[in-house]
């Protein structure tokens, strides 16, 4: 090979090397929660073994789990809107301003399972909620279901729920715990462990993987109360937009094929499956010798569900008040 081929040669090689080295991305992935937790553990590993075998290793991501990009979950969609990190995972709960819409999967209704509350809020999403999420670059929506109650004393029957301080599994429930006849208690379900122990609370709508480690419901609740109306806390993930729109087409086209079902029902199955293992671990468990389940009859839930109906009369009042007239239809169109 003559000395201007091989230097011809050295050159394509190093140009090809600039160029991929260039256009190589890492994005960043901010979190609130810890690193071991199944949302990262299940979700963002997956995603960021995704993008790395879909693009060649071009594309790249970097968890920030416990809030290293900026503490506490409040400003998780400000933070992804304004830029602090190319992706966020937030809790539409925690601005509800911003995601009206979108909250009203958290009533009861006919799902019962993250993945069934899931699918039938991505089947409204183009319709009703897409309107909330055009800041961003939308990854996902999924759901948990606080489908137990966890007690100091039985909440199966109406009687017992009565004057009882119980804990919403958002806000915006606050109507439905009162139309039950319980006191609604706000608190953040790192303050529930010392609550019930404490009798701060009575009562708090739980997930079955609040119930075993590491929230430990278990040690403090002597009842668990199952067939009870359930409630659902939903998730975003979110993407900087303009983020996004500077990737290369091939990155892009990477996010789409990532994002939207794919991504939100593997938000929503990681946590169905933590409720699973956990269902499993207190099978035969010793922290579970002092507490008695109980699984509420079809006529206290007959009960139960005509409170929920009085308490969503509210809610969708609340919602016509502040200027969202088809709230119920949106509801509807959810819980078809």
Not at 66 to 90: C, M, N, S, W
Not at 193 to 199: F, I, M, Q, R
Not at 204 to 211: H, L, Q, V
């Amino acid at each position: 090979m003559k000395l201007t081929q091989i230097l011809g040669a050295l050159t394509v090689a190093t140009s090809t090397a600039i160029a991929s080295f260039t256009h190589a991305e890492e994005l960043s992935v901010a979190t609130f929660i810890p690193p071991q937790h199944h949302v990262n553990a299940n979700l963002f590993q997956w995603f960021g073994e995704e993008l790395e075998k879909r693009s060649g290793g071009s594309l790249t991501m970097k968890l920030y789990p416990a809030g290293q990009l900026g503490a506490g979950p409040v400003q998780q969609y400000k933070r992804v809107v304004e830029g602090v990190a190319d992706i966020t995972f937030g809790l539409q709960a925690y601005t509800p301003n911003i995601f009206p819409r979108s909250m009203l999967i958290i009533p009861p209704g006919k799902s019962t399972t993250a993945v069934e509350a899931t699918q039938r809020l991505l089947g409204t999403y183009d319709e009703h909620l897409a309107q909330e999420y055009e800041d961003v670059k939308l990854l996902g929506l999924f759901t948990t279901a606080g489908n137990i109650w966890a007690a100091t004393s039985d909440v199966s029957t109406m009687e017992g729920v009565q004057g009882k301080k119980m804990v919403p599994f958002a806000a915006m429930t606050t109507p439905i715990v009162e139309a039950l006849g319980a006191v609604p208690v706000q608190m953040p379900v790192t303050e529930m462990y010392t609550g019930l122990s404490t009798g701060t609370i009575d009562s708090t709508t739980a997930t079955y993987n609040n119930i075993t480690a590491p929230w430990n419901f278990w040690d403090v609740s002597s009842h668990l109360v199952t067939n009870v109306p359930v409630q659902f806390a939903v998730f975003f993930v979110a993407m900087n937009k303009e983020r996004y729109e500077g990737l290369s087409d091939e990155h892009r086209a990477i996010i789409d094929e990532l994002a939207g079902e794919a991504f939100s029902l593997k938000g929503a199955e990681s946590f169905d499956g933590a409720d699973a293992r956990s269902k499993e671990i207190m099978q035969g468990a010793e922290q579970m010798a002092n507490v008695t389940e109980i699984v509420v009859s079809d006529d206290e839930r007959a009960k139960m569900d005509a409170a929920v109906t009085e308490g969503l009369e509210v809610i969708f009042a609340d919602y016509e008040g502040r200027g969202i007239e088809n709230a119920r239809a949106i509801y509807e169109a959810i819980n078809n």
